[in-house]
């Protein structure tokens, strides 16, 4: 197994948060820098057994450069990176709930909705603090302990959704972007769940 360094792995998640947020702004491709090939191979050979490889290549290939071999940073990255788009999914639902002309049941799940995403915010960065704890003497508590917090915020991702399916036909636009959202995030947690399995297995 790779040896753990917990300071470059607090390190990355911070890089990791600053960087998505410049990240659409534009920028030099990662993938296109010779010296990053096999950091790129390793994310789409880590990513071809998650659920949705190709959301979880496209999230993470660009912080290849942070990422290089390492499993940890990799797994971090990707916890960093459904972190932030739980965030702002959270963000848009709260503009959304806010929305004139809203029918009552689409009010309550909608209220619903942020609620649940709020406790898979918590139960994220609950994961990230737990995997800046690890160690190898603490390795298989932790990485179980990790698995429990993602796997709780994915619960509550999917259950953002289910008030919406009785909602009336009508409110079809709302329902489709909060699906459209949450389905979203979902993905990226359920891909950091499989990427932490991984680590997990990796070890001795």
Same mark, same amino acid.
């Given at each position: ?12 998640? &911070? #890089?990791?948060? *600053?960087? /998505?947020? =410049? ?7 990662? !993938? ?9 191979? &390793? #994310?789409?050979? *880590?990513? /071809?057994? =998650? ?7 496209? !999230? ?145």
């Amino acid at each position: 197994m790779e040896a753990i360094s917990c300071k470059h792995l607090i390190t990355s998640l &911070f #890089i990791i948060l *600053s960087s /998505s947020l =410049t990240a659409a702004h534009g920028g030099r491709r990662l !993938s296109e820098r010779p010296y990053q090939e096999a950091s790129t191979v &390793f #994310i789409r050979t *880590s990513c /071809s057994s =998650t659920t949705y490889p190709t959301l979880c290549y496209s !999230s993470l290939v660009k912080h290849a450069d942070l990422i290089q071999t390492n499993r940890v940073v990799l797994a971090g990255t990707a916890l960093n990176v459904t972190l932030a788009s739980a965030k702002s999914t959270s963000a848009m639902m709260r503009t959304l709930g806010k929305r004139q002309g809203l029918k009552p049941r689409e009010v309550a799940a909608m209220k619903d909705c942020v609620e649940e995403l709020g406790d898979s915010v918590d139960e994220l960065r609950r994961s990230i603090d737990e995997m800046s704890h690890l160690r190898g003497s603490n390795f298989e508590m932790t990485m179980s302990d990790v698995q429990t917090w993602v796997s709780a915020a994915l619960t509550d991702e999917s259950t953002c959704t289910d008030g919406f399916q009785e909602t009336a036909t009508g409110a079809t636009n709302i329902k489709s972007t909060v699906r459209g959202q949450v389905v979203q995030v979902a993905q990226l947690t359920n891909n950091a769940l499989a990427l932490i399995n991984q680590l997990a297995n990796s070890h001795g």
